[in-house]
DNA sequence: GCGTTGAGTTGGATCGATCAAGGGGGTGTC
DNA sequence: GACACCCCCTTGATCGATCCAACTCAACGC
């Protein structure tokens, strides 16, 4: 005798509707209806109209615990979430998140977060990893040092990484990332050919390698016209006042008409100090952001800035992780996208 | 026979350590094994602690789709993702989803991320639901007329709104909400107590039953100081610009020497203004935004904002959905929370 | 002495799906 | 006619946890 709790209307039954309960209303048997929901073609076209008639019908939509369970995955990926820092125009992660949850939807996955927890840098993964709660793993923090990669790597956990592995002697995972000088060798391009000479580099400290990466860009399209560098480059801090403290000195020291930024929130340290100055952004001097954040785009002078690709991204992340899933061979060990140049008015 | 996978140190076995493995090993039955975890005091102290070591031996970790299946939860909480959008400075959801995702994690529940489709708003609850994929949701845009708070409702699906039920006489659901009108209130006497008395609003849309709530807020504090607000508010879309031109009309029909804004992006429209006409803003002009964003952390003139307690209201969320998912009755239908004052240099 | 009680533990059944193997029934071949 | 074969479908076992009812054993009361 099946569950009978197919009553008034709209309401959802208390109890949901199971793979039997379908296959008994149907006429056929259990695996049968499995078939028809998993594969298709193994079913007579007319059964598997009756079937699909049915489930619709019931409004039937497999236990996902249940299927879990036996296939042992669990259709989710997990994503240690780390939201923007506060006082930096850094928004990478909110634009990141919403295409993964796009592109692991299309590919019938979900994105379940899990937090960070400084003291214990792999815990949540390992949780996660063991309880198989999740199938892979998407990391999106692989500065220097960073054991997340290295350790996944050691428990053979599927997961891909956005960002290369930059102490690249170790852990050779699988990753996709930005080509962060070709950003800023399209901003300084973008800066010559409206004529500008002296065109100063402001970025990260010089044990960030994803700095290091963005200011390779700057300096070879500088060599690569010919144009000077000696003076007009400054590591700071990623900070808006660190940003303004090195425009000033640059200012003083080495009269540059433009500046390329490591980051928007540098870039907003350059046009404080142009304020305070009185110069004006765009038509005194220009300068050029990362990241097209928020503050890019409604600043009062939109600020210039090159735009990471991280739809992409995402497609390409699901893809790889697809990919190896299925155990298939991957391609490529990591896959380089190019990212965009946003002009506004600061340029 | 067991599985003996406990071979070469540190990498994970084939087939991961079961309840059953840790019985035998530690020689007792799986309920009990069951037991200390799910109900440590039904144990003997002895046994508890030898069980206990075995599980850290093993590394055990209860397998998630077994505990689902039977138990029929999944320790989820759905979440539908909506980016911040672009072009304007709205970025609450980043901290709140990271708020969310800690407090979560505290009760023992992690969140799923699914994607908003437009033509289906309520699809991607619906499989979720069907599916008995996660235990409960939370609902985050309750503006009037959105379908999804209603469409919940009436499936008796757990779910918390982050939000108000505007249209009360409908869906009278469990909520969350910041106080919209204290946040201006705040706002506005700040600016009265710094001997400000002509005071601008520029809000949103008469339909936007926020908006009208924190343009309540201002109109109230303005009464009740005896000060005028006649030919002082301002209704438009919110984006920048609209911000900008109404800035501009009050300026020139009303001449205020304050304004209060129903969010950063608006007050952002009004300091590109004040930089237009060479006004300063904060010495000149004061402003306040709304949400603390980004954008009025790092702007070179610190914007002064109303900030909603994001981490308060993710905590109070998950609280409320424990006691709905324990079957208790919930103490308050809705809990409004505080929002504070971000004072800096813009007032 | 014997039933009662209760704390501590156990084995069997179960959740709802998929896997693996095993039919019926028809067609084709010799 | 017998056999092999394929197509389509069914039955029983299984994934790993928890629920449920029962079972052991010591303490206790009368």
């Known amino acids: 005798m099946a569950r009978s709790d197919h009553r008034s209307g709209s309401q959802l039954p208390a109890t949901p509707t199971t793979l039997a309960d379908v296959a008994e209303r149907a006429g056929v048997s259990r695996q049968t209806v499995s078939n028809a929901v998993n594969n298709p073609d193994l079913l007579r076209p007319d059964t598997l109209e009756r079937v699909r008639q049915t489930i619709a019908e019931l409004g039937y939509s497999p236990n996902r615990a249940a299927r879990n369970l036996r296939t042992r995955t669990s259709s989710l990926i997990g994503l240690r979430f780390t939201p923007a820092q506060e006082g930096t125009a850094n928004a990478t992660m909110d634009r990141f998140v919403h295409s993964l949850v796009e592109a692991s939807d299309e590919a019938g996955y979900h994105v379940l977060l899990f937090p960070a927890?400084?003291?214990?840098?792999?815990?949540?993964?390992?949780?996660?990893?063991?309880?198989?709660?999740?199938?892979?793993?998407?990391?999106?923090?692989?500065?220097?040092?960073?054991?997340?990669?290295?350790?996944?790597?050691?428990?053979?956990?599927?997961?891909?990484?956005?960002?290369?592995?930059?102490?690249?002697?170790?852990?050779?995972?699988?990753?996709?990332?930005?080509?962060?000088?070709?950003?800023?060798?399209?901003?300084?391009?973008?800066?010559?050919?409206r004529g500008h000479t002296r065109i100063a580099w402001i970025g990260w400290r010089k044990d960030s390698p994803i700095g290091e990466d963005r200011r390779a860009g700057w300096l070879s399209t500088m060599h690569a016209n010919?144009?000077?560098?000696?003076?007009?480059?400054?590591?700071?801090?990623?900070?808006?006042?660190?940003?303004?403290?090195?425009?000033?000195?640059?200012?003083?020291?080495?009269?540059?008409?433009?500046?390329?930024?490591?980051?928007?929130?540098?870039?907003?340290?350059?046009?404080?100090?142009?304020?305070?100055?009185?110069?004006?952004?765009?038509?005194?001097?220009?300068?050029?952001?990362?990241?097209?954040?928020?503050?890019?785009?409604?600043?009062?002078?939109?600020?210039?800035?090159?735009?990471?690709?991280?739809?992409?991204?995402?497609?390409?992340?699901?893809?790889?992780?697809?990919?190896?899933?299925?155990?298939?061979?991957?391609?490529?060990?990591?896959?380089?996208?190019?990212?965009?140049?946003?002009?506004?008015?600061?340029?």
Chains 1, 2 share one sequence.
């Open 117 to 193: 927890d400084d003291e214990d840098p792999v815990g949540g993964y390992d949780n996660l990893l063991r309880s198989t709660a999740v199938d892979a793993f998407v990391v999106t923090d692989t500065y220097l040092g960073n054991p997340q990669a290295t350790w996944l790597s050691q428990q053979r956990a599927p997961f891909v990484a956005f960002g290369r592995p930059w102490d690249d002697d170790v852990a050779r995972h699988v990753w996709v990332d930005v080509d962060g000088a070709a950003g800023t060798r399209l901003a300084t391009q973008h800066l010559i050919d």
């Open 226 to 347: 010919g144009l000077p560098t000696t003076g007009l480059a400054s590591r700071v801090e990623d900070v808006v006042h660190s940003g303004a403290e090195a425009a000033a000195v640059l200012l003083d020291e080495s009269e540059p008409t433009a500046f390329v930024c490591a980051s928007d929130t540098l870039a907003m340290g350059v046009l404080h100090t142009l304020w305070i100055r009185q110069l004006a952004p765009g038509r005194d001097i220009a300068v050029v952001g990362f990241d097209d954040s928020q503050v890019a785009q409604v600043f009062p002078v939109g600020l210039t800035s090159v735009r990471q690709p991280l739809e992409d991204v995402a497609v390409e992340i699901v893809r790889t992780l697809r990919a190896l899933l299925a155990h298939q061979p991957v391609e490529a060990r990591g896959v380089l996208l190019e990212p965009s140049l946003v002009i506004r008015e600061s340029s």
